[in-house]
């Protein structure tokens, strides 16, 4: 019987104690798919059975095992939902600053694109206006061509181009020259002589170059028992001729003159001879005049300067920004077994719901890291790619800009130097000639000395010449020529003309009444004057002078070259001191 007893009692312990390791395990399962775990309590029976210290204690550091190992596991995914978010954050900020730059870049290309295509218009129009300006340079620089050649001629052969004399007989008191026989003049008084071609000790005029030039002389005749005879000679060979009679009571003076155009090789001379008497005073009635009128050279063309355009390029730099992570410590306490037990259970349970989320974090946070990865890639390339075309529409509009500028230059230029060939071209455009009366016949003039207004305008090339006035204004530094006849009819006084330079006399001419045995009568005289701007020309008598419808009574003059500005006038010329030269050009010594 008690052998029977021991038995039960020890079947009884043995099933209690396997009933309470089934407690102690359910206790310790967890759901894992529902996040929810119950456990029962031991019944009166099982508390009754003490659990082995030993095993519960293999358990629980098994379960604080797992706990550290989720801990571990939390840590890792909390750093790394860290890491995403910062990332994701950080990348978020980059894509809004390069869509911010992309934007940007974006519209300054558009800005860039459109001042690049109204540049485009410009260079255009301003190419357009350079064609047009640069073909009217050509135009006038094929005008002044002849210029041009003078300028080389003169540079090739080292001599003055500016060849223009006149001269009278006498430098003072009055008389005749000449014994009746065949002899050479010798004008000693020199009016002008730019070139010094003209010899006053010799009387030769010598060509200092190969050239077309004009002659003219002009001579008195009084108080004279010989007939007069002038020749005009070139290298020893009559060109042309001039003469009267002798002078008699009723016609006790007189004059004559003549001109030739010649074509003269460099060393060539010219002179005058007489045969007979010629008169000559203070008046300068007898002269000897003449003067280059364009040379005989090879034709040339002159080079276009052209600039160089410089283009300048600009670089962009890009910044970029590091994520930071951090990490945090869980501490853990041991106290009662159940309550550990519980505590740990609850634990492992929020740890495994939060593993879950994190875990769901993870992943779409790096799903959208890599979603904004691909953004930031596509938008770097995108700003790449925008900032990449700004700067070359930065280098083309730099480019374009400095092009405009070059095309604006060269249009100044172009422009500035038709405005010089065209003031060439008009200011050596002076000529006229004008006759007394525009209508009817008769004589001018009362017998005193007055000024005379020559009204009928024949030609007036640069307006230079007042038919109100009677004067001609020099509207540039250079030297003319002027001349003058006229005729003497039904008039009972001497004439003397006077061709006057700012008041003061420079040649004359003159002859006696008309009388029945010589009703009619002419004179003349010619000058080359050097002139400044603003110089006066007129012609005054004294005495009666006769005109008609035939314009026998004229007064002429022409520019026949320019002479350089002198330091008091512009442009500023080399040599002056105090004078910017910089911007001088040669054109202004062209002939």
Not at 116 to 128: H, P, V, Y
Not at 130 to 135: K, R
Not at 573 to 581: A, S
Request: proline share 2%; net charge negative.
């Amino acid at each position: 019987m008690k052998t029977f007893l021991a038995l039960l009692v020890l079947c009884y312990l043995c099933r209690a104690q396997k009933h309470s390791s089934d407690i102690l395990l359910q206790a310790l399962n967890i759901d894992s798919k529902e996040g929810v775990a119950e456990t029962q309590k031991p019944n009166t029976e099982a508390s009754a059975v003490s659990l082995t210290q030993g095993d519960i204690w293999v358990e629980l550091r098994n379960l604080r095992d797992m706990v550290v190992e989720q801990k571990v596991e939390l840590r890792h995914l909390t750093a790394r939902v860290t890491a995403a978010e910062s990332q994701m954050e950080t990348l978020q900020e980059e894509n809004t600053e390069m869509e911010a730059r992309m934007t940007a870049a974006e519209s300054l290309a558009e800005e860039l694109q459109m001042e690049n295509d109204a540049q485009a218009t410009e260079i255009s129009t301003l190419r357009q206006r350079l064609n047009v300006s640069e073909h009217r340079v050509g135009e006038l620089e094929t005008q002044l061509e002849g210029l041009r050649e003078a300028v080389q001629e003169l540079q090739n052969t080292n001599t003055v181009r500016k060849v223009a004399f006149s001269s009278s007989l006498l430098t003072s008191g009055e008389g005749n020259t000449g014994n009746g026989d065949f002899v050479h003049l010798i004008y000693k008084n020199v009016i002008s002589n730019i070139g010094n071609r003209y010899n006053p000790h010799t009387g030769y005029f010598t060509a200092p170059v190969r050239g077309v030039y004009y002659f003219r002389f002009t001579a008195h005749i009084a108080h004279s028992d010989s007939s007069l005879v002038m020749f005009l000679i070139k290298n020893g060979d009559m060109m042309v001729t001039s003469g009267d009679r002798y002078t008699t009571s009723t016609d006790p003076e007189d004059g004559i003159c003549n001109g030739v155009v010649l074509q003269l090789e460099e060393g060539d001379v010219i002179s005058v001879y007489i045969s007979g008497k010629v008169w000559d005073d203070s008046s300068h009635r007898t002269t000897f005049s003449g003067f280059l009128l364009f040379l005989l050279a090879q034709k040339h063309s002159s080079d276009i300067l052209l600039q160089a355009l410089n283009i300048d390029s600009k670089e962009g730099v890009a910044e970029t920004q590091k994520p930071s992570t951090e990490a945090s410590a869980v501490s853990l306490t041991q106290g009662d077994i159940w309550v550990e037990l519980r505590n740990l259970r609850d634990m492992v349970v929020e740890q495994k719901v939060e593993l879950r989320h994190l875990t769901a974090r993870v992943t779409a946070a790096e799903s959208q890291m890599e979603t904004l990865q691909e953004e930031n890639t596509e938008m770097e390339a995108r700003m790449t790619a925008a900032e990449s075309l700004a700067e070359e529409l930065q280098m083309e509009n730099d480019a374009q800009a400095t092009e405009i500028s070059t095309l604006h230059q060269r249009l100044n230029v172009s422009e500035h130097r038709v405005g010089e060939l065209e003031t060439q071209l008009e200011v050596r455009k002076v000529a006229f000639s004008s006759s007394l009366l525009t209508s009817g016949e008769g004589n001018t003039g009362n017998g005193d000395f007055v000024h005379l207004i020559y009204k009928n305008v024949i030609s007036n090339i640069g307006n230079r010449y007042n038919p109100h006035t009677g004067y001609f204004t020099a509207p540039v530094r250079g030297v003319y020529y002027f001349r003058f006849t006229a005729h003497i009819a039904h008039s009972d006084s001497s004439l003397v003309m006077f061709l006057i330079k700012n008041g003061d006399m420079m040649v004359t001419s003159g002859d006696r009444y008309t009388t029945s045995t010589d009703p009619e009568d002419g004179i003349c005289n010619g000058v080359v004057l050097q002139l400044e701007e603003g110089d006066v020309i007129s012609v005054y008598i004294s005495g009666k002078v006769w005109d008609d419808s035939s314009h026998r009574t004229t007064f002429s003059g022409f520019l026949l070259f320019l002479l350089p500005a002198t330091c008091s006038k512009l442009p500023p010329v080399k040599g002056c001191t105090g004078v910017d030269v910089s911007n001088y050009h040669l054109s202004s010594f062209i002939l």
